[in-house]
């Protein structure tokens, strides 16, 4: 084993990767995730041919390819059901950069790449959770909530949005740095059967309606995942995560309350069969200047920066 330890944080996408990079070139990645058991997370992401060219070098672009499909065109709507403008672009994608655009669920693009990590062997540690750490001239130490420390000769921050490693590298050039801002929008997210008027043209679709936005994508033949944004006074984090099963009801008949009359039946048709519903706040963060994105033996990458 290599003796260059690199502690990274987080195993959302950047950390897994990097770890993947790192081992490759004989380095020795520790990945510290605080989630204690990892898989289950939020609804899809949509892969643009820049995300997919990185999961192609790490050996995960097949898998994803295999169980989705390249998206075909961009459409952009109204409630009433008027076009504002489509565009076949993402045809190009795979001639023009390699690779197309596709939709993955979360929650599967989060196995494979913990999957990834065990056949490399790379040590993985869930339910790690970084709250401090001390550098040295030749050496980091991070510690951990319940798990004590550990000492690397890097850490590498690829926490999110709501990094630690971020608080913790600004606090220490005497700048303090709350939790980010809430935007005033929620995103109640699901996934659901494709409805057959969806299954004519693998679109990214957008509708536009009065104080309302609705997002849909395949994220596989035949599961559409949308999002629907949603202005909202305060964050109320209580209020949001995955729903149970008791709860889809209630909450698609308020999702349902928005899109009904909307001419264009196919948003009403997702938000009815969805398996599963989850709501977010859309947060904000203030930019660093480059020169906070590192210290001596750390840097962030990712959302963390
Ligand atoms: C609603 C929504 C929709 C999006 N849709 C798209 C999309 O369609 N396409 C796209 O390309 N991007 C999309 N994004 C952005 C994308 O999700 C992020 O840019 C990406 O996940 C960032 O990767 P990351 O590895 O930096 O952070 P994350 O994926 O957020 O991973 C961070 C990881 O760190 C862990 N962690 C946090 N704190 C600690 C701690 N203290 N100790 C240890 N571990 C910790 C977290 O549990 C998590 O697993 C979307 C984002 C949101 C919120």
Redesign the pocket.
Known sequence: MSEVSVLI???????PVLANFLKRRGYNPIV????SK?GD????????PN?LKVLNKVGVAEKVEKGSQPLEAFQDLTSDGGLLGSSDLPQSFRSKYGEPAM?VK?TEL?LMLKTMLTELDVDVREG????DIEEGEDSVTAH?KGHGSVTGSFLIG????????RRILLRKRGLSEGLPDFTGLT?T?GLSPTPQALKTRHSMRNWFGEGVHMIAYPVSPDVTSW?LTLPEGEGNEADWGLCSAQEIAARREKLLDKISSWKDKSPAELVQKPSRIIK?G??DRTEMSPNQWYSRRCVL????V
Request: proline share 0%.
């Open positions: 944080i987080g195993c959302g996408v950047a950390g510290f995730e605080k989630v990892l997370a939020g609804a899809s992401l949509m892969l643009m995300g939709g979360r989060n790690w959770e970084l709250e951990f690829c926490d999110g949005i709501k990094a630690a490693s995103q997210a999002a977010f859309i947060f990458v990712g959302d963390a």
